[in-house]
């Protein structure tokens, strides 16, 4: 499976709370195949992505949309009845006759922590978002066919503080970010946690790799050595996170772990400083034994 199909696969797992629940579902419909009086409709290669499409129909409005599978394997949802589909368009806000269709912002609802924003976001990638995977680049798009929908996801994105470029390609306008850590940001901000620490750590790597290129062979010996070391700690992180989340650690356990995740190289000095409240070497240096344990603990179970 491609990493894009990777992340929408994780997305669709996430459990949207009651508030995010018809801002996601606004999101999928006003960025899917057509949202109009004439057609409601997603096409779409995931069977999770078209059944989260389907039970956000139902869930929110009871009406049962259509689904086809196409030759290729695709999946095909619209809603057939034009009754119907007024009902859905009515229950975001929309009469049919709207001439250009806009983002109703009256679907989210204003949070301190932009959780509706996020979720539309989260919904509008599942129906028209890919990701390349970090290993050959970094580069997010969602690519949208109209205009006016493409300026107002770009303005959304802004509002929310994550940084986007747009440009026209074959008839379609494309919102899309190639910078690393605003790629973090939006894989973060959707909710795709395993696919963020999975950027976070690739995009770690290939600094270390980078450094090591520069420097001389008795400074990369030494630093190989520390790097090692590092590494190791990530393996143990990483095995513990298979089993259990960062919310299940103390609060001083996980913030160590995700600076170590983001930060492989980095001494322990270093990291030491790096956390809040600071703590000496040997204190991390404790950490980590625990960490051990912990991972120890968790194989045994
Ligand atoms: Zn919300």
Redesign the pocket.
């Known amino acids: 499976m491609s990493f894009s199909a990777d992340v929408k696969n994780e997305l669709t797992q996430n459990i949207?709370?009651?508030?995010?629940?018809k801002?996601e579902a606004f999101g999928m419909l006003l960025y899917g195949r057509a949202f109009g009086i004439t057609e409601i409709s997603l096409m779409t290669e995931s069977k999770e992505v078209a059944e989260r499409y389907s039970s956000f129909i139902r869930d929110l409005t009871g009406i049962t949309p259509t689904t086809d599978v196409t030759k290729a394997g695709n999946y095909k949802i619209y809603i057939p009845d034009r009754a119907d589909r007024l009902k859905i368009l009515n229950f975001f806000g929309y009469t049919g006759k709207e001439l250009a269709l806009r983002i109703n912002l009256s679907n989210?609802?204003q949070?301190n922590?932009?959780?509706?924003?996020?979720?539309f976001l989260r919904g509008a990638f599942l129906v028209c978002g890919s990701i390349t995977d970090p290993e050959k680049d970094y580069h997010i798009e969602f690519t949208v066919a109209k205009a006016k929908l493409c300026d107002d996801l770009v303005q959304i994105i802004g509002d929310m503080g994550l940084k986007c470029k747009k440009i026209i390609r074959n008839n379609s306008f494309v919102v899309y970010s190639k910078e690393a850590e605003s790629v973090e940001d939006f894989i973060g901000s959707m909710g795709a946690n395993n696919a963020f620490m999975e950027i976070v750590r690739t995009r770690a790597m290939k600094d270390i790799k980078n450094q090591i290129n520069r420097r001389s062979n008795f400074e990369a010996a030494n630093m190989s050595r520390s790097i090692e070391a590092g590494l190791k700690q990530v393996a143990v992180i990483e095995e513990i996170l298979k089993k259990i989340s960062l919310e299940d650690m103390t609060k001083d356990l996980s913030q160590l772990c995700t600076l170590r995740l983001e930060n492989p190289d980095t001494s322990l000095d270093e990291l030491g400083q790096m956390m809040t409240p600071p703590l000496s070497r040997s204190a991390i240096s404790r950490r980590f034994k625990k960490l051990e344990k912990i991972a120890q603990e968790l194989e045994a179970k």
């Open positions: 949207s709370s009651a508030c995010c629940y801002a989210l609802e949070t922590d932009d959780c509706c924003s996020r979720a």
